[in-house]
């Protein structure tokens, strides 16, 4: 039984809380936010409640970080000298030193998942299996304007999804290079809008990015030797065209993401094995954001 605490009980945090509690062979013992009244209503829970991350050293063998990304390389670090296994949501820190430092410090049997939960989207787990060399990738990620997430860019916000999952479909090569880039700040004092156009192993990336649109919107084309695959990661739906027939293939729409992330994470720990997103990947999205928001400053 593994034993996991969360730190981090605002708006994600109590998602990570409830899908904890019904994972098999993982206990929630411990909860853990900086802000007492985001722990009020587990007062009365079966497990321990701080605000002070440090007390639960000695109760747990996991935790999930959910807290702010200005926060993550501080509290990783800690738990990883530790020698506590860690999931920690995406962006995994604010700049691709601290992801860096962070590996330098994770010894090789310690268990870290970022959290790049869209690896775990049905509609990309079945592109992904049927794209083996592609030629033009273009991803589309919009949602309307909401106050969480403003700590930092739109890019390291929504963008690096789309990033991860691109980088995925090159596990050999996916150095990024060449960017052209066009941000736009709207709402808040960062980029709120950007378009970006770049290269991974010579294959054409663009996406386009908004936390200020009127409505959600989430998809993705895939171009590879006269077949495209079109896939909308909202509603679980998928085309594949030939150019000679159409065929729509649907996903099934009940889709636990978060609980299946955090499976993964719980079982790789039993059983010893690589995360399905590992600190490396949460690295190499990083540096290609970075780039992307280098670009637009330009």
């Not at 079109?230 to 293939?249: A, D, I, S």
Request: aromatic share 10%; charged share 25%; net charge neutral.
């Amino acid at each position: 039984m593994v034993r996991v605490g969360v730190i981090g009980a605002g708006y994600l945090g109590k998602f990570h809380i409830e899908k904890l509690i019904n994972i098999p062979d993982c206990k929630l013992v411990a909860v853990s936010d900086i802000n007492p009244f985001a722990l009020e209503g587990y007062k009365n829970k079966n497990f321990f409640i701080t605000t002070n991350y440090k007390d639960l050293i000695g109760m747990v063998d996991a935790v999930s970080i959910v807290v702010p990304t200005i926060y993550h390389y501080e509290i990783a670090e800690f738990f990883i000298k530790k020698g506590i296994h860690i999931f920690l949501e995406k962006p995994a820190t604010t700049t691709s030193i601290e992801c860096e430092k962070l590996l330098d410090l994770k010894p090789e049997n310690l268990i870290v998942q970022v959290g790049h939960i869209e690896r775990f989207n049905p509609v990309y787990l079945n592109i992904k299996k049927h794209v083996k060399s592609p030629k033009y990738m273009s991803f589309v990620r919009k949602s309307p304007f909401t106050n969480r997430g403003i700590d930092v860019d739109v890019v390291f916000d929504l963008m690096i999804h789309d990033i991860d999952l691109a980088l995925s479909f090159f596990p050999e090569d996916n150095s990024s290079k060449d960017f052209f880039t066009f941000g736009e700040k709207i709402v808040t004092n960062k980029n709120d809008y950007i378009s970006a156009k770049f290269y991974i192993n010579n294959v054409s990336i663009h996406m386009e990015c908004s936390r200020v649109s009127s409505e959600k919107e989430r998809k993705i084309t895939i171009i590879e030797n006269g077949n495209i695959f079109e896939g909308n990661l909202v509603n679980f739906t998928y085309f594949h065209r030939n150019f000679k027939e159409e065929v729509k293939m649907s996903v099934e729409t009940k889709v636990d993401a978060l609980k299946d992330e955090l499976e993964a994470f719980i079982n790789c720990i039993i059983k010893g094995e690589k995360p399905p997103v590992t600190l490396v990947d949460g690295l190499k999205a990083l540096k290609c954001a970075e780039n992307i928001l280098k670009a637009s400053e330009r």
